[in-house]
């Protein structure tokens, strides 16, 4: 069977800019981040860690691995200040081409205190009873709604399969009485920068966010005995948002996953969504394509218009063409 992933964060880049979906999702061509979305990284891989060593302590083992970073024991909690500069050593080394500066590795670490310290430490994972952490899902939707079928640009057998969902859930609280809380930090705005111009997100607007309903739904496929709610953590714009989910949610999840994949299944050419965003966040409005004068953005999008979309995944794209990417966005698993 051929499952073709809509990751949660392919539905938000296909609304931000449908040939940025393509370059990062089709093409495989990554973007970076700016130094903001680094330092964010940094705090979530302090916060994965206090996650990490609880865990451990509840389960009774003696150490526990903090991916990209190390092995540390529990013998005694986290070391804030040492895995902050840890992590914050890691992701610069990654992102060289940000403006850091000595203030950066500090502010990093005022940020995290903040976050376990908020409201008495009611939602430090250091207090609470740890259900998990980073939990990754990849789900296929065997449903006549998901299904699709190909005809290959070079002939031979159809490509047949099914939509499927993937992604990681950052912290999962143990409430008790089988009630569990997802929770998402965020080091950033409490806006949609999607919408031109950026937008505050209202409770509205989280409660329908379409990447958070994706989160809600592989959710409940994963544990539909447990009741939950999701929290959205504003560490620097206001704290903490929860919304519960229930039986309405995953009935509007489904129908917005099963909108996108009609959506992205019939866009046959993706277009551009040109704003003052691509000259002053987006990689490929940025940088220019190598050898040429043109925008990355602007040289793939007049070689699709004049080669043809299968030209350019051939000649552009970091892996097969229909072998491992597909209609739909993301990588394919064959089983």
């Keep these: 069977m051929i499952v073709t992933y809509l990751r949660s964060s392919s539905i938000n880049a296909y ?110 994972p250091l207090d609470a009873t740890i259900f998990g952490v980073e939990q990754f899902f990849d789900l296929a939707i065997m449903k006549d709604w998901a299904a699709y079928s190909y005809k290959s640009p070079t002939g031979g057998e159809n490509i047949e399969g099914y939509l499927g969902i993937k992604g990681n859930i950052d912290f999962i609280l143990d409430r008790g009485e089988s009630h569990l809380t997802l929770i998402d930090w965020k080091f950033g705005a409490r806006k949609d920068w999607g919408a031109n111009p950026p937008k505050y997100k209202t409770y509205k607007d989280l409660v329908n966010d379409n990447q958070l309903l994706l989160y809600a739904y592989a959710f409940h496929q994963l544990y539909p005995w447990a009741t939950f709610d999701q929290t959205i953590f504003y560490v620097l714009d206001g704290g903490p948002v929860t919304i519960p989910r229930g039986e309405e949610d995953f009935q509007k999840a489904e129908d917005m996953l099963r909108n996108y994949f009609q959506k992205i299944k019939n866009d046959k050419m993706p277009q551009k969504n040109v704003t003052f965003k691509c000259k002053k966040f987006c990689h490929y409005g940025m940088n220019k394509f190598e050898g ?22 051939k000649e552009y794209g970091k892996t097969g063409y229909y072998t491992t990417y597909a209609a739909g966005g993301g990588r394919q698993k064959n089983e």
Excluded at 26 to 34: A, I, K, Y
Excluded at 50 to 77: M, R
Excluded at 294 to 313: A, F, K, T
């Design 292 to 313: 040429s004068d043109q925008s990355i953005c602007d040289h793939i999008h007049n070689s699709m218009m004049e080669n043809g979309l299968h030209q350019v995944m």
């Design 15 to 124: 609304d931000f800019c449908r040939a940025r979906y393509m370059f990062e999702y089709l093409l495989g061509v990554p973007g970076t981040s700016n130094k903001k979305a680094n330092k964010g990284n940094v705090c979530h891989k302090v916060m994965e860690a206090c996650a990490l060593y609880k865990l451990a302590l509840q389960k009774g083992e003696k150490s526990y691995e903090l991916p990209e970073i190390g092995d540390f024991s529990t013998d005694s909690p986290p070391d804030l200040k040492d895995l902050t500069r840890r992590a914050h050593d890691h992701y610069k080394s990654m992102s060289e081409y940000c403006d850091w500066n000595d203030q950066d590795e500090q502010e990093c670490l005022d940020w995290i205190n903040t976050t376990l310290e908020w409201d008495n430490g009611a939602y430090s």
